[in-house]
């Protein structure tokens, strides 16, 4: 059983910046397998960072140069480093896990608010 927990959203100034955590609960293999993803107001869910499975990273093109996306396996975190920020980025952000055989189980955290906003 696999839980997952937001941090660190709140309200920042364009151009300011946040970072944001994901902690996993429970036994996971790999934060390889967390991603990031945001939804703005009646806008589906989109992706915003994760890793490849070559081990790199991948970032949606309206936040490429501004936002990176790290973890730490020991503590079974991710996070997002979101710099330069833009009210475009305003959104709930949720961490993603898939996990289980095949990695066909999916696992929602329950958003955290970021809002940009002079």
């Known amino acids: 059983q696999v839980q997952l927990v937001e941090s660190g959203g709140g309200l920042v100034q364009p151009g300011g910046s946040l970072r944001l955590s994901c902690a996993a609960s429970?036994?996971?293999?790999?934060?390889?397998?967390m991603a990031w993803y945001r939804q703005a107001p009646g806008k589906g869910r989109e992706l915003v960072a994760r890793f490849t499975s070559g081990g790199s990273t991948n970032y949606a093109d309206s936040v490429k140069g501004r936002f990176t996306i790290s973890g730490d396996n020991a503590k079974s975190t991710v996070y997002l480093q979101m710099d330069d920020l833009k009210p475009e980025d305003t959104a709930v952000y949720y961490c993603n896990l898939r996990h289980g055989v095949g990695l066909s189980t999916t696992y929602w955290g329950r958003g955290t608010q970021v809002t940009v906003s002079s």
């Open positions: 429970g036994s996971i293999f790999s934060i390889n397998n």
